[in-house]
């Protein structure tokens, strides 16, 4: 049976969906510092207009509406409808008016052309199913003068891997092992071939690197669940979660900090592209 893009996105969206109280919010830094980083590499200015495509629970977000101030306008859409009702709530608790969540499909935005000065995606576009064509759709929503700022992972933590493949040995048969690479967003040299081929000229590709603590494998197996990895786990059988977990306990052993709990660091890249300066419009014959 072939899997159509759609049913891709519905199970995507559907981890993220069941992810989401729990989403970025168990303690551990990682999607934040990504989050902060990407916005600051983007040059946000008061006023400016922002989209977040894909804003969870607002890593990215809400450093943007701070970077915005009040008299800018800062839009977040994601497809899980928990994700947009936790960060539009979060939004008004903390009295951000700039800010509006709503549901809306990362792959096409529904936003007239030219709509945005800069066009936020933190850790999304290599779970879309036609990234290439997710990123044009972006170019266009971009005001001339604007920016794209992308964020992608790099390169894991060895021990992180080793766990990965540690609670993946459990998997039933049948069940495709996750795929580590990110396809077109694998290497610097891809990412630039991917933003040409959508239209976009890269500015900037620098790397990030963020260290994780956490205080043990249980608090690492509740992050685990929180976010993408998700995926895994709700594959393993019931009856193999205590074997997996003690195989990614002693998967994590070079992780192990002297205070005794686990320190991992991952390098993710943040690229700042800019649209194509666009052909004029032909001038209609006489
Ligand atoms: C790894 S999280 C990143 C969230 C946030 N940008 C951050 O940096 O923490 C990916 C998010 O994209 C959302 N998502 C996945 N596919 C989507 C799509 N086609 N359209 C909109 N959101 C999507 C998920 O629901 C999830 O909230």
Known sequence: ????????TDSVVDVFEQAAS???????????????????????????????????????????????????????????????????????RAGLTQVEVRVGDAQ????????????LAGMIVFLLPAPEQALRAYARLLRPTGRLAVSTPGT????????MDA?????????PRPAAAVGPFDDERTITETMTAAGLDVVAISEHRVESRFHDVDHWMQWMWSHGARALLQHLP?????????DAARALGSA???DGGL?????????IAVPRPRDPAPVAAR
């Open 238 to 246: 019931a009856d193999r979660l205590d074997a997996a977990t003690a």
């Open 156 to 163: 894991f933590d060895p021990a992180f891997v080793a766990a």
């Open 263 to 271: 320190s991992l660091t991952t390098a993710g890249r943040l690229t």
């Open 108 to 119: 096409q935005p529904s936003f007239p052309p030219r709509s945005f000065d800069v066009v």
């Open 167 to 175: 609670l993946a040995a459990h998997l039933p048969a049948e069940q």
């Open 256 to 258: 192990r900090a002297p």
């Open 1 to 8: 049976m072939s899997t159509t893009s759609s049913a891709r």
């Open 22 to 92: 729990t989403y970025d919010r168990t303690g551990v830094s990682y999607f934040e510092p990504f989050g902060t980083a990407l916005v600051r590499g983007a040059g946000i200015r008061p006023g400016d207009d922002v989209l977040d495509v894909g804003c969870g629970r607002g890593a990215v977000l809400f450093p943007a509406a701070e970077a915005t101030g009040p008299t800018g306008h800062v839009t977040g859409i994601d497809l899980a409808p928990t994700m947009v009702a936790l960060t539009a709530d979060d939004a008004v």
